[in-house]
């Protein structure tokens, strides 16, 4: 008989009890976005736009590395989230920042829900195929309602009112954005953090390790999957929407299949289905980007490319997956107490 | 009395192909039944009919007396209709104990829960182990599946469809692929299944059928060969002549 006085004592069961505790290292990575604010006070643009890539990494995580679906269209979402800002804006509609978000977050949601209401019967080529039509057709969409999306051109210059009545959106001084930005990267991380760890994130991930027999244990598939789908939309959408604000204008960029590639790769070279993959790849991406660049700016890319190869050969579980193989190898080494 | 499970002509074709031909049969409550049949019988394509993966071309299927033919597969796993896959399909990536939670959560409707951790949900944990440590699998709960020989994975098989209490149990080649050595953890697994539950094995695996079963059905070419106890088709020359017609060939 098992050598546990009763099952709740198992180790399994005590590690599946206790595996939404938050880890000692956990806050680490919001205590270094707050010392990032403080020592690098000239650098806060380029920790705005990581901090938006990170939120929309995280939504990226939540459709593929949870749940599995493979996209190569979530800019879609990201994109109508920064035009649902822009155009509330630009238009003189409605510009107050925590409102516009809420709204960037409704209709990007919508547009994940309708479109995953026929996409998500379809899986692997067709649904890559099909998330990338998704994005070109938006992406067309804006390029044409030229009055409402200014066309090619985008929205230039749309004044967004000072956070909360108080706090200016200055371009030149990007504080307000960059504390901003990071409120609500960690408001939505903490949604998606409960959200993974639930019953329902459970079973996102039993979709992905075996979609027929979810079927078999009588789980509605289609189902959660639309709605996980137009959750991480939203939150996309958010991204989006953030994105608009802090840069103060939109274009076709936020649309386009550059964006939605460059998540994806974001994602793989931290490591997906990980919660922090999108933390530790958005910083890597954009670190080595940046570092590359200045270093051999013709032909920055065939570095990142070259690592990406690297990833994907050798390192499935991206940069977190290196750390967490070396850690169990160390921890094998280590005399067991 | 109405049966736990019935088809009525049931019928299914693939184009020109009829993979199961006017099946009628009924599976009675607490009945040790098994379905045999050469390669190609049906038998696949009957459970899939049974469970609701695949549309009947004609003919029904009845729950304990309800016609359930429209019902789909998830809501039949409600009813009680469960099985278990002749190659294992299981949460890979994921504990033992993981992969055993996921249906009792489906079951028991924790699943849809978004807003509370899953390991709160106590009641579905221990559940989760109370049913491992009844199929002898508490010690290795923790284990990822690819750490487990064969044998254990076929029967953590088991231990995901038994957590869906299910009223009808179908088992598809439960031992298949185990060496001879473990397979006795399965064969003792399926004798303590609860006695009130209506179980359907399909096997080719016959020792495994004549010590199981207590009503044989012999599924030829989609259609009903002949049923009967154990006895009677062990002695039917006509079944004979099949398995052995099989034999001479393969």
């Given at each position: ?49 990581l901090l938006v890539t990170i939120l929309f990494a995280i939504s990226l995580d ?276 | ?65 309800h016609d359930i033919t429209q019902v789909e597969q998830a809501e039949r796993v ?96 439960p031992a298949a692929g185990v060496p001879s050595a473990e397979s006795h953890i ?65």
């Amino acid at each position: 008989m098992s050598v546990f006085p009763t099952a709740t004592d198992h180790p399994a069961a005590r590690a599946l009890a206790g595996r939404h505790r938050l880890r000692l290292w956990e806050p680490l990575p919001w205590l270094l976005a707050l010392a990032f604010y403080v020592a690098f006070p000239t650098y806060l643009g380029f920790g705005t736009d990581l901090l938006v890539t990170i939120l929309f990494a995280i939504s990226l995580d939540l459709v593929l590395g949870y749940a599995g679906i493979v996209t190569l269209g979530h800019a879609a979402f990201f994109g109508a989230g920064a035009y649902t800002v822009g155009m509330l804006a630009f238009h003189g509609i409605w510009a107050e920042p925590i409102t516009s978000l809420i709204a960037a977050a409704a209709v990007a949601a919508l547009v994940g829900l309708l479109s995953g209401l026929v996409l998500l019967r379809t899986t692997g080529l067709t649904l890559l195929m099909l998330t990338l039509c998704t994005m070109a057709l938006l992406e067309e969409a804006a390029n044409l309602a030229h009055d409402w999306t200014g066309g090619f051109d985008g929205l230039p210059s749309i004044a967004i009112p000072p956070l909360f009545g108080l706090f200016e959106f200055n371009p030149l001084y990007p504080n307000t954005q960059y504390l901003y930005a990071l409120g609500v990267l960690f408001i939505c991380f903490v949604f998606v953090r409960v959200l993974v760890y639930s019953p329902f994130g459970q079973s996102l991930t039993g979709i992905r390790e075996n979609t027929l027999r979810m079927h078999a244990v009588g789980a509605p598939v289609r189902m959660r999957l639309i709605v996980c789908y137009t959750i991480s939309a939203a939150i996309a959408g958010i991204a989006g929407g953030l994105w608009a604000q802090a840069n103060a204008y939109v274009n076709l960029s936020t649309l386009g299949l550059d964006r939605a590639a460059t998540v994806l790769i974001i994602l793989v070279l931290g490591g997906y289905g990980r919660l922090y993959g999108a933390f530790v790849g958005a910083v890597a991406y954009m670190v080595l980007s940046h570092l590359l660049a200045k270093i051999y700016p013709t032909a920055w890319q065939l570095g990142l490319g070259l690592l990406l190869v690297i990833i994907a050969l050798f390192a499935r579980g991206g940069i977190l997956g290196v750390g967490e193989t070396l850690l169990r190898w160390f921890g094998r080494r280590r005399p067991s107490p | 009395m109405t049966a736990l499970l019935e088809t009525r002509s049931l019928s299914k074709s693939f184009g020109a192909l009829l993979a199961t031909r006017d099946v009628s049969f009924t599976l009675e409550e607490g009945a040790r039944h098994a379905l045999i049949g050469p390669n190609g019988a049906g038998k696949t394509t009957f459970i899939n009919l049974l469970t609701g993966v695949l549309a009947p071309s004609a003919g029904e299927v009845l729950l304990k007396g309800h016609d359930i033919t429209q019902v789909e597969q998830a809501e039949r796993v409600k009813l009680g209709i469960a099985r278990t896959f002749q190659i294992n399909r299981l949460f890979r990536g994921l504990t033992v104990l993981e992969n055993v939670y996921m249906a009792i959560a489906e079951r028991v409707g924790a699943a849809p829960d978004m807003f509370r951790p899953a390991g709160k949900r106590q009641d579905v944990i221990d559940e989760s182990m109370e049913l491992l440590t009844r199929l002898k699998l508490a010690d290795i709960a923790h284990k990822a599946i690819p750490e487990l020989p064969y044998g254990r994975q076929r029967l953590v098989e088991l231990a995901i469809t038994l957590g869906l209490k299910p009223q009808v149990l179908l088992l598809d080649e439960p031992a298949a692929g185990v060496p001879s050595a473990e397979s006795h953890i399965i064969l003792d697994a399926i004798d303590a299944l609860p006695k009130n539950i209506g179980v359907l094995i399909i096997d080719h695996d016959m020792d495994l059928v004549f010590r199981f079963a207590k009503k044989i059905t012999v599924l030829v070419r989609g259609a009903v060969f002949a049923e009967g106890t154990p006895k009677e088709i062990g002695a039917n020359p006509d079944v004979r002549a099949v398995y052995l017609g099989q034999a001479a060939h393969g």
